[in-house]
């Protein structure tokens, strides 16, 4: 069979044309030049748009040319280094995107592994046959990380990872010889404690004990060691946590939370308790971790006054605790936290409080406390107060909502956004368009400010969405200056003003739009393509308006290879929605991988 060496050059080229065309395809949700709008802590706000209509998916098939096996086993057995290394790599590449091991290869891998004179290359052998979770395999990956020939700890740490996920128990002996040579490789024996902690390797119980209580190891080593014991040693280790906490090292007093881990009865949770006190953030805020894990009602109950701890890891503990029980007195020192300067205890409080306001005797509490919050001054205490009352349908905070469209944070205007879509109060429309024509001109002073440009392009989306919602006419203008391809918006936005123009005419075929829609929709270029988002929303309009001579494209890049899924599946649904028809699931998107070091000749 006829083969060649592909030019390294020329497949990275091509391997970035294929991304370019096909990143959509793989990608079904794909938005196109701006990704999921993101406000400050962390939570995604929300695109229902997406949702509008729920599109089908396509499956995903792989299809490895058959020829590509005998020639990589092939290289596997040449004297060059460089053709076994691409040829392990090769068949690595292939098993993650999903191929199964072709007949031959794990057994000539293990060869490679046990035998290759190249370090780089056993190392390479090692790895891919931890890829494909080849078990059979474990004793000669157990011998070749004790094989002093092979420096290093990347060996080391692989095989030691994967025989501790297979739970290969005779990697134990292994690791228990480590640990008695800690002070010659420190390195080697902190992979082996993990691996038998993983493990739960009783046998190790002794030598860990010993360990986590040596002063003389470092305190990196002894809390690893602490970690393994928790997990072999399911009781008997609290006289010697209390040991460790009566000490006057913080080190020595995490070490005994960490012993904590599996221990159980009164005795324990006693000593967490006092643990939870401790002067030393990390280790209170470890103890409150493990109470608030077995009895948050005990942390309510003691320990609430550490809400107001310096240390956010222990503020986040006692918003934990609190989040579990609703009632009035958790509910006002929740509320005092909408602000805090952790994205993690406000974003706890945030979602605490819209779960609260479910309780019918604490629902007004609740929006009292988010109608103060509107009216802070700091922009945290705004941007959860705001998404909380869009959660909470608050038609009364709508014109407070309205003001904050302008303030100084993108948080909170994003926030507001958001909310007043949630609202969907037809008075909010005519401020909601106001501020949508001041974004639009803002966007084209700020397009070389990527982020600000960013961050006005998701609250247009918003407030797109919103008048989409609403069919608000009077937006048509605006809307439309968001259609033409290189208009200078962001894609989402252009979608989003797409899908509300669809919104609007519902039912009504206006021509003028329809051309541009259907062009939109059509624009395939590869090299300057359309957005994503603008194409698929154009298919779901079309169909909206009842577009008729729409149809020949929708029907074209339904099937046409090249066309991204989301854009299949929008002209799949349009065309069902406009003629009834009972059409075939989407072809499956195809992957087939090329670019390799060595592939057939034709």
Known sequence: MAFFLSDKHVARWRRLLVGAFCISCCHGTSLGASGPLQPADGGVIDLPMLRDPVLADAAHELQVDPRYAPLWLEALKRPEFDLRMNAIMSFRDLRQRGAAAPNGLLPLLVELLQNDPNRHVRLAAAQTLVTFDDRDAAGALLAAAANPDN?????????????????????????????????????????????????????????????????????????????????VAADGLQPMAEALADSVSPSDRLLAVRLLTSQAGDAVTNLLAKLALDSEPPVAAAALAMLTDRDPATVCQRFVSLALADDPNVRLQIVRALSTRADADSLSVLSEHTGDPSVAVRTIVRDSLIRFDQNAELREQVRKATREHLNDDDWRSLEQAALIAGALDMEETADRLIELLNHDRPEVRLASASALRLLSLETTLPAILTQARLLTERATQVIQQPEVFLDVSNETTQLFMAIGEHRYRPADELLRQYVPKHCGFDGTTRGAAVYALGKIYEDQNVPELAELLIERLSDDNPFDPEAIPVRRFAAISLRRMKVDEALDALRWFRTEQGTPVPIKAACHWAITQLTGESLPPLNPVVQRPTGYFLEPLN
């Not at 990347?154 to 800690?182: G, Q, T």
């Not at 993990?194 to 040596?214: F, I």
């Open 151 to 231: 420096v290093g700890l990347d060996m080391v740490r692989l095989v030691d990872e994967a025989l501790a996920r297979w739970n290969y128990v005779p990697a134990r002996a292994v690791w228990l010889k480590y640990l008695a040579s800690v002070e010659q490789a420190p390195a080697r024996a902190t992979s082996a404690i993990h691996s038998l902690g993983q493990t739960g390797a009783t046998e190790a119980r002794d030598a860990l004990s010993a360990m986590v209580m040596d002063e003389g190891r470092t305190a990196a080593l002894r809390l690893v060691a602490a970690d393994a014991l928790a997990r």
